[in-house]
């Protein structure tokens, strides 16, 4: 098989794997609430089922993303698809919170690692890395549309339901890792050793990384904080139950779609970056203040088109800061993934317990508005460096 063949399997592998990604995210999303009371959980409980899965992607990137580096990535995300099936597989058999968090922490695991250092080795084999990291993301759209659409149509119960989703997406995985396994890829290893690698005190010393690392933080905590609590916006605030689905594949349409137009044509990477996140501040305004459940349901939907290219382009920039150790680079990147979103559905839960859960989209509003702002600080840095 020449490089050339396995390179093409490869990003179409990887590009299946972030489409059942994407239906495990968003069939979680839709069912959050339902597994949440279940358990008997809380609205605040309800934010720290997420948060468990999303305490894993904080952890294992860190772990694993510089040992990519050194082992090679296909063995890493080898590594990471058999955790993904053996969450999904304790989800299944879950008769108990504490089941079902371990297993949520697993599937976290499988997720991070895969996106992750997928993404590093895409970006270690294109040059115009960005440009195959937005298909994959747009595969992982399409993926969290289908998610809510095709569960919530099935007629059966919510607990037959979620063991159903998570069913299907270890099994996909499954096929997806033994499909892996027999390609040869080329590993981007040799420049590595002889650079001898980078601490992880050495990527804080870049101050464009810095910045594009707190701008991920919040956005994947945007991400989460509409994702998890759209539904419970619909049915709490707009008294709209029967919509939560539709607000969920309506914001991961928009995100499709806008990442198919990227993956076209890339737009310039700061520009771009800082119209998403100031459109995205205005909207969560709109859906803090709406009573109105169309309008809601149209500002979700340009929110996900306002997100489509802010983690593909995030990505990129960020391994290109460090073009050497790029999975080391994204996997502490993905780290920062995984605090933001862990910290916001928490805190958005504890916003929905106390005052209400419009309020909480205030908090989403101002942290778009923060990314907005470091994404500017990135852009006048770079500048800054290039003429230097």
């Known amino acids: 098989m020449t490089t050339k063949r396995a390179r093409s399997i490869f990003t179409w592998l990887y590009s299946m794997m972030m489409l059942f990604l994407g239906f495990e995210m968003g069939g979680f999303q839709l069912f959050l609430s339902d597994i949440s009371r279940e358990f008997q959980m809380t609205q605040t409980g309800m934010g720290s089922l997420v948060a468990a899965q999303y305490g894993s992607i904080i952890i294992m990137p860190l772990l694993f993303g510089q040992l990519s580096d050194k082992l090679g990535k296909r063995a890493v995300i080898i590594g990471g698809t058999a955790a993904f099936v053996l969450g999904c597989l304790l989800i299944v058999l879950s008769a108990s919170s504490g089941l079902f968090i371990a297993g949520i922490f697993f599937v976290g695991a499988g997720f991070s690692v895969c996106e992750s250092v997928g993404a590093a080795f895409l970006s270690d084999m294109y040059s115009g890395a960005a440009r195959y990291i937005n298909i994959s993301q747009c595969a992982l759209s399409i993926g969290a549309i289908l998610g809510p659409l095709v569960l919530s149509s099935c007629a059966a119960r919510p607990d037959v339901l979620w063991r159903a989703l998570f069913l299907i997406c270890g099994a996909s995985f499954l096929l ?43 956005y994947v905590g945007l991400e989460n904080g509409i994702g998890y609590f759209a539904k419970s916006l619909f049915d709490i605030r707009l008294s ?9 594949s309506a914001y991961w349409a928009g995100m499709a779609l806008s990442r198919i137009l990227g993956s076209l044509k890339t737009p310039p990477p700061y520009p771009a970056l800082i119209l998403c996140f100031a459109a995205s501040c205005m909207l969560f305004t709109v859906l803090a203040l709406s009573g109105y459940v169309y309008l809601s349901l149209a500002a979700c939907m340009l929110v996900g088109a306002a997100f489509g290219p802010i983690w593909p382009t995030l990505a990129a920039l960020s391994a290109k800061e460090f073009p050497q ?15 933001g979103g862990a910290v916001f559905p928490v805190f958005m839960g504890l916003i929905s317990d106390w005052l209400d859960v419009g309020f909480a989209f205030f908090l989403l509003a101002a942290a778009a508005l923060l990314g907005g702002l470091f994404c500017i600080r990135a852009r006048a840095l770079s500048k800054k460096r290039m003429l230097d």
């Open 325 to 339: 150790n790029s999975g080391g680079a994204v996997g502490l990147f993905s780290s920062g993934c995984g605090l």
């Open 176 to 218: 997806l890792m033994l499909a892996l396994l027999p390609l040869k890829l080329p590993e981007n290893q040799a420049a590595a050793e002889r650079q001898g690698g980078h601490t992880m005190a050495s990527y804080f010393r870049s101050p464009v990384f810095v910045m594009l690392l707190a701008a991920i933080f919040l």
């Open 240 to 248: 709209a139950a029967d919509m939560g689905a539709y607000a969920i």
